[in-house]
């Protein structure tokens, strides 16, 4: 899979690289279940055309640039880790536009005439709710009228959990009150994320969350090999404390590959200095 980063200055570059394409488009953090249905869809499509598959992402979360006091965003995983995914999930090309102001201020139209028919996509498809264009009034219904016709689009509705609209808004409450099982159930498998060890605690690495305060059974993957443990996150939300001799295995400044279980209990009912024996 080839990633390519794309904003405003190397478009030019990038379009005639380009190949014929099926386009899957939206921000995609954590690759749920319903984003992993347009991506699947799109995925069809290619091979029924015998053409690329292609996606394309955003970077930063709009959120941070529409904001006027630079609030922080809680990414689920970082660019690296979502290209892993779209990796295995058979996708040809990953692209990653920069989300700035000028690319905020484009009409709805020329976002799809530079970011989708110059980048050579014959057919585009996002979730019912993927807007574009400048204050977002781009919508899936109106991509192939804003294209002049000359690619074709598909509309993903809805994918929902038990008569809930799947979300990654939802994915981040879920994580922030520490429903690791029902997380496995949404994203298709379990959540996980990334630290290294600072010689007495695991600390979250960047564009991760961490869940609730509170202990939790995870998998720990080190150095390829996958070892299941008991970890305590603490208040801070960015530090977790191995509560076995697991923590003995790992080497300073070692990152490893965290993967979430099941919440064993809550740090209400945990008394941090009696429990932890890193």
């Known amino acids: 899979m080839q990633t390519i980063y794309l904003d405003s200055s190397n478009l030019e ?25 347009v991506i699947q869809t799109a995925a069809n499509i290619a091979k ?10 955003f970077f930063p979360h709009p959120k941070t640039v529409l904001s006027k006091n630079n609030e922080t965003f809680d990414y689920l995983m970082p660019l690296a880790k979502k290209a892993s995914i779209m990796e295995s999930l058979g996708v040809d090309t990953f692209y990653i536009v920069t989300f700035d102001k000028d690319f905020l201020s484009l009409p709805p139209e020329q976002f799809v005439a530079k970011y989708l028919l110059d980048m050579n996509t014959l057919h585009a498809v996002a979730g019912f709710d993927f807007s574009y264009g400048h204050k977002g009034a781009g919508t899936i219904d109106r991509m192939k009228m804003d294209a002049f016709n000359q690619m074709d689009v598909s509309k993903v509705d809805q994918v929902e959990f038990h008569s809930k609209k799947i979300s990654s808004t939802w994915i981040r409450q879920l994580v922030s009150n520490g429903e690791m099982e029902m997380l496995a159930h949404i994203l298709g498998r379990y959540y996980e994320t990334a630290a290294y060890w600072n010689g007495y605690c695991l600390i979250r690495s960047p564009y991760f ?14 150095r390829g090999n996958v070892r299941n443990t008991t970890v305590m996150v603490s208040s801070e939300q960015n530090e977790m404390y191995v509560l076995d001799h697991k923590s003995e295995l790992l080497l300073l400044n070692e990152e490893v590959e965290v993967t979430w279980l099941s919440n064993v209990q809550t740090e209400q009912s945990f008394q941090t200095e009696k429990a932890f024996t890193v």
């Open 13 to 37: 570059l990038w379009k005639y690289h380009s190949k014929p394409n099926v386009m899957a488009l939206g921000f995609f953090d954590g690759i749920h279940n319903g984003h992993q249905k």
């Open 48 to 57: 029924e055309r015998n053409i690329s598959l292609a996606v394309m992402s």
């Open 209 to 222: 969350m961490l869940p609730a305060q509170g202990v939790y059974e995870v998998a720990m993957s080190i």
